[in-house]
């Protein structure tokens, strides 16, 4: 009996992590940004992890201001970090 309940719980909370995982990735696609608090963004480097390497970050013309991300609202600083990081992928032929 008590191994259903486990069973069913467990069940349940993969099932709830599927459907936010799913939420999550259509709003993204959606073209919907999330507030910096959300992503837990920070003003400095994780190590050597920040915006202006990673590949959701679009940095302005000007290398001295502030760029966007395709997920983050708002402006985001190049030497900035968040939760979704993601490491720029390498042009090929370069």
């Not at 599927?18 to 507030?35: H, Q």
Request: hydrophobic content about 30%.
């Amino acid at each position: 009996m008590h191994q259903l309940v486990r069973r069913r719980l467990l069940k349940s909370a993969v099932t709830s992590l599927g459907a936010a995982l799913i939420g999550y990735s259509s709003r993204v696609y959606a073209g919907s940004k999330f507030p910096k608090k959300t992503m837990d963004y920070r003003d400095r480097p994780n190590g050597q992890k920040m915006c202006a390497n990673c590949s959701h970050f679009l940095p302005d013309k000007n290398p001295r201001n502030t760029g966007r991300c395709t997920v983050v609202e708002g402006n985001i600083g190049p030497h900035g970090w968040c939760m979704v990081w993601a490491t720029r992928k390498p042009i090929e032929g370069c």
